[in-house]
């Protein structure tokens, strides 16, 4: 945005009224409260807009209800906007009307605009005070951990199924998920092929392509017609220790629930001769600083390397061609990072006045979290009701046997997936205020804590924080992501409540 003067979200400065867009959403629980309605919203930002003077371009307005989650009139608005690039100024009731994740933020911040936020009495812009763009960065900051929050949880979830013994993902060839009590049943039919294509191997006398083409001329199906079983799909069953009764599951080898195919010695004679031996555990050095530089000569990455087992050199790809920019020792950059960090470490009494803005965005994301799962919740029955349908259908003999197997196959696993969808919900609502206060601890404690990590850490903090920097003439210009640009601002001007 251009810089402007002082008054000129005015009115009638060199006699032109500024148009204004309006923008309102209500969800269908808030429908049936007082004070939540459209209605009110609209009657608000017009009252605003007229004690402006601004003139009303458009407005639009999303209903959210259980079906339809999307916001088809925020896209319509994001299009109006690039559309007409003359006209700037966006009116809201609140943060949370426009926003409900991270891309919405990352949208709108493009377009430039100044967003008023009538009810907190706001207006968003480049100019802004510090400190209302800081909470407004805190509170887009706290959606978008809550999205991370979800994958995470997901994880979690699978993290601990394994541990039960229970194998989280699908099962191999040979085997099949029984979704209704969450158990691998051996399926016969391809169970033998694999048993075969085991005892092939064993002999060493066979390649994976002529184990593929033997186990494929005895007659196995794959999944599918369409996929045929390549020598890839060999190499990982043969060395898949799923048929030994245990199964890898994020690198860690866990004990399954489910009956083997294979003895432990039998899998272990197939590995030697498919030289599938462990190799001695390598430790694969980690560099603090790798995939953050980029070089300020010529814009390429800046990689590291470690050499003769020690000393750790980070220079520029050259992948644009010649570059002159010399080679720096890990040493010689550390203290600048150091720096860096300290550049976000904010004040304990900030911290605490930023847990207030925390608290406030908490109740609004507690509402999108029970709209979200109320919706899932939904999506499941449907497909339940279907399941059920279907299994009468093929009592009744309306469908083939073939059809059902592969239909309640599809909807079993689309049914898992929301079931998945609905637990990381519920784990990221709870995480969501924890996981903020937890952020504010860590940016009043920052360098403490950073100082104390291993490169790894280092280097996965660093990226939380930190994108495209450059290196150049031995000097690292950092550029900090959204909010920390603030938290920088803040501890470099300690302006903030002005
Ligand atoms: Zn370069």
Redesign the pocket.
């Known amino acids: 945005m251009n810089k402007k003067k002082e008054n000129q979200n005015q009115s009638g400065v060199n006699g032109k009224t500024l148009r204004a867009v309006l923008y309102a959403r209500v969800s269908s629980k808030e429908q049936e409260k007082e004070g939540f309605s459209i209605p009110a919203q609209l009657q608000l930002l017009k009252g605003y807009a007229q004690s402006k003077g601004f003139q009303i371009s458009q407005e639009f307005i999303d209903v959210e209800t259980a079906k339809a989650a999307g916001r088809t009139q925020f896209r319509e608005m994001v299009k109006f906007f690039q559309a007409n690039p003359e006209v700037k100024i966006l009116l809201v009731e609140k943060t949370d009307r426009l926003y409900r994740n991270f891309r919405d933020y990352v949208t709108l911040e493009d377009l430039d605009l100044e967003i008023h936020l009538v009810k907190e009495g706001e207006v968003l812009n480049k100019e802004s005070r510090s400190h209302v763009k800081f909470i407004h960065g805190i509170k887009v900051l706290m959606a978008k951990n809550y999205i991370d929050n979800l994958s995470e949880e997901v994880k979690k979830g699978h993290l601990e199924k394994a541990k039960q013994g229970e194998y989280p993902g699908k099962a191999p060839l040979g085997y099949l998920n029984n979704q209704k009590d969450a158990t691998i049943e051996i399926e016969q039919e391809k169970a033998k092929y694999v048993r075969r294509m085991f005892e092939l191997a064993a002999t060493g006398r066979h390649s994976f392509k002529t184990i593929r083409e033997t186990v494929m001329g005895e007659g196995l199906e794959f999944y599918s017609p369409k996929i045929r079983l390549s020598k890839s799909h060999v190499e990982r069953i043969l060395k898949n220790p799923f048929y030994t009764g245990s199964f890898l599951w994020n690198g860690a080898l866990y004990q399954g629930k489910y009956a083997p195919l294979l003895s432990r010695t039998q899998f272990d004679l197939v590995q030697e001769k498919i030289g599938n031996r462990k190799k001695g555990k390598q430790r694969k050095h980690f560099f603090a600083y790798s995939g953050l530089l980029l ?1 300020g ?2 814009g ?1 990455l800046v990689t590291a390397e470690l050499k003769k087992g020690r000393y750790v050199y980070y220079h ?1 790809t ?1 992948s644009k061609g010649s ?1 002159d ?1 010399m080679y720096y020792r890990e040493e010689d950059l550390a203290p600048q990072f150091d720096a860096i960090v300290k550049g976000i470490t904010i004040d304990p009494s900030i911290r605490d006045w930023l847990v207030q803005a925390l608290k406030e965005s908490h109740k609004d994301e507690t509402a999108y979290n029970q709209q979200t799962i109320s919706r899932l919740q939904s999506e499941l029955l449907k497909l339940k009701n279907r399941l059920d349908q279907l299994y009468l259908d093929k009592v009744d003999g309306k469908v083939s046997e073939a059809f059902w197997m592969e239909k309640s196959r599809e909807w079993q696993t689309d049914q898992d997936r929301i079931l998945d969808q609905m637990r990381a919900h519920q784990g990221a609502d709870r995480r969501y205020y924890d996981d903020g206060l937890k952020l504010l601890e860590l940016a009043s404690r920052a360098y403490e804590l950073y100082a104390k990590q291993l490169p790894e850490q280092k280097n996965r903090f660093l990226k939380i924080v930190l994108s495209n920097c450059t290196l150049e003439h031995a000097t690292v210009r950092p550029t900090y992501k959204k909010p920390f640009d603030l938290f920088a601002k803040g501890v470099e001007t300690g302006k903030w409540g002005e």
Do not use: T
């Open positions: 070089c000569k010529c390429c520029c050259k570059c920019e």
